[in-house]
């Protein structure tokens, strides 16, 4: 499975990872919001940061996210935020990775939702978010609860 799609080279580079992506998970992976969450996703298992995920970063990230526990899963929704990986989720990366998630909301829409999670969430009052306020947030539940659901979609592809 790995090795067919890595063609020999030893990883998967992005565009064999969205390659495999859109046949595991179907065309909402071929669009343009898609293949933004394909990148977040890619960035999150490509540990070294090669450039390529090996079959031990590939193993190693479906592990996490079909068995890790609620804390590890919680971390790598963090990160898929934290896209500068400053420790702190701003405004700005906010909003784009939630315009990946919900890619049929407006502008307006996204704005209204961001300033919605900045202001539940956001107890330093600094407009970003620390891990400690994304783990308290009720947006780190939901995102789990949605990544939950697409891996349980994948699991039954493979």
């Known amino acids: ?6 063609h020999g080279r030893g990883g998967l580079s992005f565009s064999d990872f969205q390659e495999l992506m859109t046949r595991l998970m179907g065309p909402m992976y071929a669009d ?12 999150q298992f490509d540990t070294d940061e090669s450039g390529s995920i090996d079959a031990r970063e590939m193993l190693a990230g479906l592990a996490m996210l079909c ?8 971390q790598v929704v963090f990160r898929m935020f934290d ?4 420790g ?12 990946q998630l919900l890619p049929t909301k407006t502008r307006q829409e996204l704005a209204r939702i961001t300033e919605n999670v900045l202001r539940s ?3 330093t009052g600094d407009r970003r ?3 400690s306020e994304f783990r308290s947030s009720v947006l780190s539940a939901q995102l789990v609860r949605l990544i939950d659901e697409g891996v349980h979609q994948l699991e039954g592809v493979l």
């Open 1 to 6: 499975f790995f090795d067919s799609q890595a």
């Open 32 to 43: 343009q919001s898609g293949r933004a969450l394909s990148w977040t996703l890619f960035r």
């Open 67 to 74: 068995r890790g526990s609620l804390e590890d899963r919680v």
């Open 83 to 86: 896209r500068d990986r400053s």
């Open 88 to 99: 702190r989720i701003d405004q700005h990366e906010l909003t784009a990775v939630l315009g």
């Open 121 to 123: 969430a956001d107890l």
């Open 129 to 131: 978010l620390n891990w």
